[in-house]
């Protein structure tokens, strides 16, 4: 197998996942990519994984965590929503490029691992049943696949309902974001026994507000979970 990889190789080269230069290994990024990619590293909010200035000091939150306190235990991002993180987000949610959750899912797994114990289940944010019929498939689904495939952990893609369409945030004040949200999300009574008790983890591709996270956050505490952190490939943050 590895002889015909390698001979795959030379007739057609990888690629790095965001441009067309050649990689020595697939699903990787280029050099110019790699310090393109705005990895979430150092000293981060304690609750939602945004960069903070200082050298790690314990659980530290930024200055929205505290003037908005969080439903959840704790909160994890990879990447920044913005440069090349923007760009695979975008690519990840619009033009079907499914290619990249293996990436994503290897960089979820190094920034989620304070948040990680033994029994913790990976929990996708839903999307509407409507929106799945456009979109194919709901890229925070299938990145909590991705993840319990490279972490070993348990994934439960379907735990989550949305009980109404929700119109788009973009535009919407912090405010209106969570009023919007308030009861869209519940867990499916069929998979509540799979979050009782239990340790969760919930994901999604970017955290802006933090409204869907919170929704979701309420919705499975109410199933009896014992403790809920948050993990997303990409954090939106203020300008500095």
């Known amino acids: ?3 015909l990889q390698r001979a795959l190789s030379l007739v057609y080269p990888d690629q790095c996942m965001m441009c067309e230069a050649r990689v020595e290994e697939r699903g990787g990024l280029c050099g ?3 310090r393109e990619t705005p990895f979430l590293q150092g000293l981060v909010c304690h609750a939602c994984g945004s960069s903070l200035p200082g050298e790690d000091a314990g659980e530290v939150l930024c200055d929205t965590c505290l003037a908005l306190p969080r439903p959840w235990e704790a909160g994890r991002a990879a990447i920044s929503y913005r440069d090349a993180g923007r760009r695979v987000v975008l690519a990840l949610k619009h033009r079907d490029r499914l290619d990249l959750v293996p990436a994503a899912a290897e960089w979820l797994h190094r920034a989620g691992q304070p948040l990680f114990r033994p029994d913790t289940v990976l929990v996708p944010v839903p999307v509407h049943w409507t929106r799945l019929l456009t979109r194919r498939y709901n890229q925070a689904a299938e990145l909590c696949r ?5 972490s070993g952990l348990q994934a439960v893609p379907d735990a989550l309902l949305r009980t109404r369409r929700t119109p788009m945030l973009d535009g919407l004040t912090v405010a209106e974001r969570f009023d919007t ?3 869209a999300i519940k867990v499916d009574p069929e998979r509540s026994d799979a979050l009782a008790g239990r340790d969760v983890c919930v994901m999604d591709d970017v955290m ?3 409204a869907t996270l919170a ?3 309420g919705a499975i505490y109410a199933a009896g979970a014992e403790r809920v952190c948050v993990l997303v490939l990409a954090r939106v943050e ?3």
């Open 208 to 210: 802006t507000s933090g």
């Open 238 to 240: 203020k300008d500095p």
């Open 1 to 3: 197998m590895r002889r």
């Open 32 to 34: 110019p990519c790699w």
């Open 181 to 183: 949200l308030s009861g």
């Open 146 to 150: 991705g993840l319990a495939r490279v």
């Open 215 to 217: 929704a979701a956050t």
